[in-house]
């Protein structure tokens, strides 16, 4: 079975869910409308011919310098262990919306998207625990934002000023 | 000579400051502390191959108040700075500190929001040991420069 | 509860007492700092906090070139430094597009199945430590065969932890002179060590008291919370990202997938240590057949150029150049290249904008699923069963930080 028949299966099911695909090195990726994606999530993993019984990957992703809108995506590397196939998903989220919570379907989605929230400041509807995860509590920003600074101190390399 | 030739054989004349140094530098607890990489490498130092017997600090205590060396084995987050200032603060004194490796030094190649530039933002550091990770070797070496530094040390400066 | 506040000894009353553990504690192998819930000894609540070995690695390697990116791998997953330089060497060869020659593959498979082995050792070592005293000498063995293969990884690369041994398409040196000898030599010694290692602890009734039917883990629950490596096939489930997704060449060697079936701490450690014997078929197998040929692939817009060549070729010295201080540019695209790291699955997320640095650097690590299932897997049981359980899942902090 080929990648594009998950696309079909998909589509045979929420006719507008599939935004856009898009395939590189062997890699298929769909980019979901945001209102979907649970919904699909849950098909994606309880569909016998699909089988996405694992979520491997949660990440964010900010396109700010590339001025893409929506200026967010969140990305979902997804794999079936008996079909032995893996899928990528992605969400877009613009500033100050809120992404829909996959814990439901794959309940390691938990602190993956507590990081998303963490690195970039995405909050998730429903989700049972939105905390930082890897900062701590009272630090302000969220650090893989693109205008998040590097945060690197200059150093001094010992060479005498030139004259 | 002086009061040497008076004494029996076997028996030594030195001071009272030299005698606590010699102990105190001969058994140094080092506290069980690892951070990142080092503490691999730290591992390996007190492990069959390197044997940090030899100079005495085999013995690791887990907890801080049984330790008198805190070796910064890696780098340090801000979120764990709070928390290697509490372990040093724990400790009982005398205590040293050794920054292993580049980023206990310097906050070596995470020059970055995240991690702390150099332990001696922290604490007061004793030796710096250059190295990514350094080898055993160089840590053995920067713990025999620390024995050398703690044997001229004054009473009368630690109070 | 008002009652408790009255009667502080409420008998028969269920009190909880909170207990923290880390994040300096000397089994939590590293700065994991867990919050427990305890009813008497049993535990019947769990927190793990994590984020005290945050390094910001992605976001330095979102600054940094591809090149430049390759050191900071090693510093994620310390213990087995080779195959996280591996993973992410693959990735970026899989954005650009390039194959590296085979005996480039055949020297990466060695190496990454000696980090394999000097991980599991290090795991195997420091668990049994945490579990017992007595036994605990076998760190020592441990480390002992450990340090033989650090020197094997001394002599390519010159450094013992972080060798960063390999390029983006190919390797940095050939292998030196006598390394191949050196290294057979270790591979037809280690089996009868691996046996020693193995009479000390298997069978000994202290450690099967302290590990069998503890702190267990279901296929179900593994597949679920995304937990790969050693920790889903103790489970049960044969998936080894080398046998379904080969990478490197591991296709061409002959080697058996180690599963258990109880998914408790014990079977975590048969696991290990089957692997242990399996990775050392594969290094054996892979000097045998070690090819002849060039290390790097002909790509001059992304290797650097023989040293030598600097002094005699125009082109190659502006390669040079070019690279060094501008690095390369790949194609626009998104790829997620995963390998069988020690741990379990190790991915590359890479994202490029067709700059010379990774738009986005994502890596996903398996000891943070393997955080993520620590409480599941410890609720309910004894509180000395909490270190039982850290030292089987063989957690890295720097993995799981980042």
């Not at chain 1, 990648?3 to 589509?11: D, F, L, N």
């Not at chain 1, 509590?137 to 005498?160: I, M």
């Not at chain 2, 987050?77 to 500190?97: D, F, I, L, T």
């Not at chain 3, 629950?221 to 050693?230: R, S």
Request: proline share 6%; glycine share 8%.
């Amino acid at each position: 079975m080929s990648q594009s028949h998950v696309a079909e299966i998909i589509r045979e099911a929420f006719p507008d869910a599939i935004l856009q695909e898009e395939s590189f090195r062997d890699e298929t990726t769909l980019l979901l409308r945001r209102e979907d994606l649970v919904a699909v999530g849950r098909l994606l993993r309880d569909d016998p011919r699909l089988a996405f019984s694992m979520l491997k990957d949660c990440c964010g992703a900010d396109y700010l310098t590339l001025g893409r809108r929506p200026r967010f995506a969140i990305v979902y590397q997804l794999y079936s262990l008996s079909h032995n196939r893996s899928l990528r998903l992605m969400v877009g989220v613009d500033e100050g919306e809120t992404a829909p919570s996959v814990t439901g379907v794959w309940p390691n989605a938990n602190w993956y998207e507590r990081e998303v929230y963490d690195m970039f400041g995405i909050p998730f509807a429903d989700h049972p625990d939105l905390r930082r995860i890897l900062m701590p509590d009272d630090f302000a920003g969220h650090p893989l934002r693109k205008d998040f600074p590097l945060g690197n101190e200059p150093v001094d390399h010992g060479l005498p000023p030139r004259s | 000579m002086g009061l040497e030739s008076k004494l029996p054989e076997g028996i030594l004349t030195t001071t009272l400051e030299k005698l606590i140094n010699w102990s105190r530098s001969n058994s140094l607890y080092p506290v069980t502390f690892g951070l990142a990489c080092c503490a691999i490498e730290l591992m390996a130092t007190g492990g069959s191959r390197f044997d940090i017997a030899r100079f005495g600090s085999e013995a690791f205590r887990a907890s801080p108040r049984q330790a008198d060396l805190m070796i910064v084995s890696g780098r340090i987050s801000n979120k764990m700075a709070p928390v290697v200032r509490r372990v040093y603060e724990q400790m009982a004194e005398p205590k040293w500190v050794i920054a292993m490796g580049d980023c206990a030094s310097s906050g070596g190649m995470f020059n970055n929001y995240a991690i702390v530039q150099g332990a001696d933002r922290i604490v007061p550091v004793d030796v710096y040991i250059p190295g990514c990770p350094p080898r055993p070797e160089a840590f053995l070496y920067g713990l025999m420069q620390l024995q050398k530094k703690i044997r001229q040390e004054k009473l009368r400066d630690r109070r | 509860m008002s009652s408790t506040q009255t009667s502080p000894v409420a008998i028969g009353q269920a009190e909880t007492m909170i207990l923290n553990m880390g994040p300096q504690h000397p089994s939590t192998h590293g700065v994991l700092r867990l919050i427990l819930e305890l009813d008497g000894e049993r535990i019947v609540g769990v927190r793990p906090d994590i984020g005290y070995l945050h390094s910001g690695i992605e976001k330095t390697g979102e600054n940094r070139t591809y090149r430049q990116v390759l050191p900071y791998t090693d510093r994620m997953d310390y213990a087995s430094a080779n195959t996280n330089n591996l993973g992410y060497v693959l990735a970026v060869e899989k954005l650009l597009g390039i194959e590296v020659p085979l005996r480039a593959q055949y020297i990466r498979v060695i190496m990454a199945e000696l980090s394999r082995v000097a991980s599991h050792l290090l795991a195997i070592g420091t668990a049994v430590m945490d579990l017992s005293g007595l036994i605990g000498v076998v760190l020592m063995y441990c480390f002992w065969e450990r340090e033989k293969v650090l020197n094997l990884f001394e002599g390519v690369a010159g450094s013992r932890m972080t060798p960063s041994y390999f390029r983006i398409g190919g390797l940095v040196a050939d292998l030196p002179e006598g390394w191949v000898e050196e290294a057979r030599a270790f591979v037809q010694q280690f089996p009868r060590q691996l046996d020693d290692i193995e009479a000390i602890v298997t069978r000994n009734p202290i450690f099967l008291e302290r590990t069998v039917g503890i702190c267990r883990l279901s296929a179900e629950d593994a597949i679920a919370y995304g937990i790969t490596g050693p920790t889903l096939r103790a489970s049960g489930v044969r998936y080894d990202v080398r046998k379904a997704m080969p990478y490197s060449g591991y296709d061409r060697f002959d080697f058996e997938v180690p599963v258990g079936q109880n998914g408790d701490v014990y079977d975590r450690y048969v696991v290990r240590m089957a692997e242990l014997r399996q990775s050392t078929r594969i290094i054996e197998q892979a000097l045998n057949d070690l090819p002849d040929g060039p290390i790097n692939a002909e790509e001059r817009k992304i290797v650097l150029p023989p040293k030598d060549e600097l002094d005699t070729s125009m082109e190659a010295l502006i390669h040079h150049f070019k690279l060094v201080t501008e690095g390369f540019h790949p194609p626009v695209g998104q790829v997620f290249m995963s390998v069988e790291s020690s741990k379990g699955e190790l991915g590359y997320y890479l994202v490029s904008d067709g700059g010379p640095r990774p738009y986005r650097f994502r890596v996903r690590t398996p000891s943070f699923a393997a955080v993520q299932v620590l409480p599941l897997i410890i609720k309910g049981s004894m509180l000395a069963d909490v270190v039982a359980a850290i030292g089987s899942l063989d957690l890295v902090m720097g993995e799981v930080d980042r």
